[in-house]
């Protein structure tokens, strides 16, 4: 049995380290999915006054807004040892970008129409992660490096 003791923790550890990572990382993903499913497969409310679509609207604002708190909830926690999880959210952070720049280019180029409501969600979107990406992982960074120089004058 000793055997099956010294297995459980580094499954458990695996286990927590996957929760940490799709806590800290999971938010880019999950609005991707969102933005792929709402303009690739063209999910558009079926509404039939202006309350209603302006209703929709709210809630794709409230979505975006939740993103960029989650972001930046990740940012405050992350670790401040090493470069490797700063480098790691930046390249996660831009998968929602670069979802809106397709679609933004295949709308543009006219091989993919896009109807109001999913142009609203792309402006949004981009606006969403414009913040996440510039200002969020600048201030990440910003933080990085003050706690390293912090440590390192504590350290002499």
Do not use: C
Not at 21 to 30: I, K, L, S, T
Not at 35 to 45: I, R, S, V
Not at 91 to 108: I, K, N, Q, Y
């Amino acid at each position: 049995m000793p055997g099956s003791h010294a297995h459980r923790p580094a499954s458990g550890a695996t286990a927590r380290s996957m929760i940490e990572f799709v806590g800290a990382h999971g938010a880019p993903v999950v609005l991707s999915v969102l933005l792929w499913w709402m303009l690739w497969w063209g999910h558009t409310p079926n509404v039939q006054t202006t309350d209603e679509a302006m209703r929709h609207v709210f809630w794709v604002g409230v979505i975006a807004l939740v993103y960029v708190a989650l972001q930046a909830r990740s940012v405050l926690a992350q670790p401040r040892r090493g470069v490797v999880h700063s480098m790691i959210g930046i390249l996660v952070s831009l998968l929602p970008l670069f979802v809106v720049g397709f679609a933004m280019f295949e709308w543009m180029r006219g091989s993919h129409p896009l109807n109001v409501f999913q142009v609203i969600v792309m402006a949004q979107a981009a606006l969403a992660t414009l913040i996440d990406v510039v200002i969020l992982n600048w201030f990440g960074l910003r933080l990085s490096k003050l706690t390293v120089d912090a440590v390192e004058r504590h350290q002499r």
